[in-house]
């Protein structure tokens, strides 16, 4: 069993680029979260879906952030316009239900 | 918005000491839960605490929760230096949210010193 994972690992962009960040999650797992981690601090919720389904959306994520699981498998999370703000590291999760199974996350830098 | 704090912020120990760290949170959970982070990595999921459990054990790791005072402790016994990491909270809010967001602290950071 693999378990979640994030591609790319790292990238570095200039403001005012687009990203786009993919997530697999577990397989077996219906729910998908996406959370951001700036240094020294805790994860912040940005977004959930279950199954293709997006259920929740933090105020975190502006209309610059964009996240999709088309037919309930794999997600992307998209950031267009970046800033240096978005600098971060941004964690997806995986569950069933009760434990989430986190992945190695994607560390973004915008210059 | 973080809905808990950890406490202490930071903790340094020996090697085969105990490490006691505490979390507090504000509303009302359905589960509470500590993940590990090693620097600049994912995290990983240590256990679960139901809102109704008091205490639990896995491992070296021991849990309690006190759902009157909105607190949980996380025990590491006999430390190891391979148990450097920070360690968060995190919760399930329970009602319509339950199974969707968790809410964590901002984590303890424990060196264990060799």
């Known amino acids: 069993d693999t378990g979640v994972s994030q591609d790319p690992r790292h990238k570095i962009t200039k403001r005012g680029q687009n990203v786009t960040f993919r997530c697999d999650p577990i397989s077996e797992h219906n729910r998908l979260y996406w959370y951001r981690q700036t240094l020294g601090q805790g994860p912040e919720f940005l977004t959930y879906f279950q199954n293709e389904a997006q259920l929740e959306k933090s105020r975190l994520l502006s209309d610059r952030f964009s996240a999709e699981r088309p037919k309930g498998s794999f997600s992307t999370l998209e950031i267009q316009r970046t800033e240096q703000g978005d600098s971060a590291m941004y964690l997806c999760?995986?569950?069933?239900?009760?434990?989430?199974?986190f992945g190695p996350g994607t560390r973004l830098t915008v210059t | 918005s973080q809905q808990g704090e950890e406490d202490p912020q930071a903790l340094s120990i020996q090697e085969g000491e105990n490490a006691t760290m505490n979390c507090s949170y504000k509303t009302s959970i359905n589960n509470l839960q500590w993940y590990r982070q090693n620097s600049g990595r994912g995290l990983v999921h240590l256990i679960l605490i139901r809102s109704n459990e008091r205490e639990k054990h896995s491992g070296r790791l021991r849990v309690t929760l006190d759902t009157s005072k909105k607190s949980s402790s996380l025990l590491i016994t006999a430390s190891r230096a391979a148990d450097t990491a920070s360690y968060f909270c995190?919760?399930?809010?329970?009602?319509?949210?339950?199974?969707?967001?968790?809410?964590f602290g901002e984590g303890t950071q424990l060196t264990v010193n060799p």
């Open positions: 995190a919760t399930d809010a329970g009602g319509e949210t339950s199974g969707s967001r968790l809410t």
């Open positions: 999760a995986s569950s069933s239900w009760g434990e989430q199974y």
